[in-house]
């Protein structure tokens, strides 16, 4: 039975469409949902997890249709929101125990001592939760989510703010959940996080899937390597012959993918100053999911990273 299926998955808020034909098919995998803000991600798990109505496509959960077997549906899954609250006036066991009794398996002290053993939470499972750090609190609302052994588990945004130690830890925990068999369906716009750890990614724009592939096999349609330049003021194409321009971020940095960096650099960096650009840094690295997402997806003002739109059109008019 697969996981996670989608067929046409659609939703629009009034005239505006959130997610625009989403066609997945998820197995036992660690499957990441990546893009700007407001790119539709948080409306996708909604659709999947049953709380949202798509307004056209279908989903199912384990062969179970979102819409017609709601019930069944979330049998099998949990899902741990982007803005979720633990109860810091009550005990990590207490939290955890209160979303056994909701899942139905009041009593069950064994599942409720296993969920906080997965998290590492056992030793203060009886402090109040207003002693946690972030990180714990994070751990502890996966526990929650655990209680009743889902088969897949829907994480939004789930390392949001953390620092990076915790960061890390949770992406420890979500690799064994893995291991173990469960399917985990994880939004973030961390790119770094969801390369390191995700089996498929899928990057959203405006609701549409722009790329789906594995994090190397998308790697390797960027190119083999990317030179990444910092100038003061701004630099304008046509670029050298084997040069191509990826995208911008701030601080003034341009990205460029290339076949062969270190014969590239030299090239590009004389080609730079002999326009008068002043060069204050230059490197070359292996593509990320970052230089990835810089060349698919087009930056808005509300979105990943920063501006770029006008020093695309700018290139443009050359
Ligand atoms: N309840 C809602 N009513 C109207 N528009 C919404 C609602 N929720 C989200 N949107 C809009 O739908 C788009 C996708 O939002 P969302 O799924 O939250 O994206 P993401 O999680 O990727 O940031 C955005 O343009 C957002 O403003
Ligand atoms: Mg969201």
């Not at 539709?40 to 077997?69: N, Q």
């Not at 750090?133 to 526990?143: F, P, V």
Request: glycine share 10%.
């Amino acid at each position: 039975m697969v996981p996670i299926e989608t067929s046409g998955l659609t939703k629009y808020y009034g005239d505006l469409c959130a997610v625009d034909h989403l066609d997945l098919s998820v197995g036992n995998e660690i499957f990441g949902l990546l893009g700007p803000n407001g790119s539709g991600k948080t409306t996708t798990v909604l659709m999947l997890t049953t709380l949202l109505e798509p307004t056209r496509g279908s989903a199912r959960i384990c062969g179970f249709d979102t819409r017609d077997e709601a019930q069944e549906v979330r049998r099998q899954l949990s899902y741990v929101p982007q803005e979720m609250a633990v109860d810091v006036k009550l005990t990590g066991r207490e939290n955890v125990s209160l979303f056994a009794k909701l899942y139905g398996i009041a009593g069950r002290d064994d599942a409720v001592d296993r969920a906080l053993g997965m998290m590492d939470l056992s030793e203060r499972a009886d402090d109040l939760v207003r002693t946690y750090s972030g990180g714990m609190r994070r751990r502890l609302e996966l526990a929650q989510a655990l209680v009743h052994e889902p088969k897949v588990l829907f994480l939004d945004e789930p390392t949001l703010g953390l620092d990076v130690a915790s960061r890390r830890r949770i992406w420890d925990h979500i690799r064994t959940l893995r291991s173990r068999g469960m399917t985990i369906f994880v939004t973030t716009h961390y790119m770094d996080e969801a390369d390191a750890s995700c089996d498929r990614v899928a990057i959203l724009d405006r609701g549409r899937v722009v790329a789906m592939d594995s994090p190397a096999a998308l790697r390797a349609r960027v190119g083999k390597d990317v030179i990444s330049v910092r100038v003061t003021g701004s630099v304008r194409g046509p670029f050298p012959e084997g040069i191509e321009y990826l995208g911008g971020r701030g601080d003034g940095e341009a990205v460029f993918s290339t076949d062969c960096g270190s014969e590239k650099v030299p090239l590009l960096f004389r080609w730079l100053e002999e326009r008068g650009v002043t060069v204050r840094s230059i490197s070359v690295h292996e593509p990320t999911l970052d230089d990835i997402f810089l060349a698919l997806v087009p930056t808005r003002e509300d979105g990943y990273g920063f501006d770029d739109h006008k020093f695309r059109t700018m290139l443009r008019r050359r």
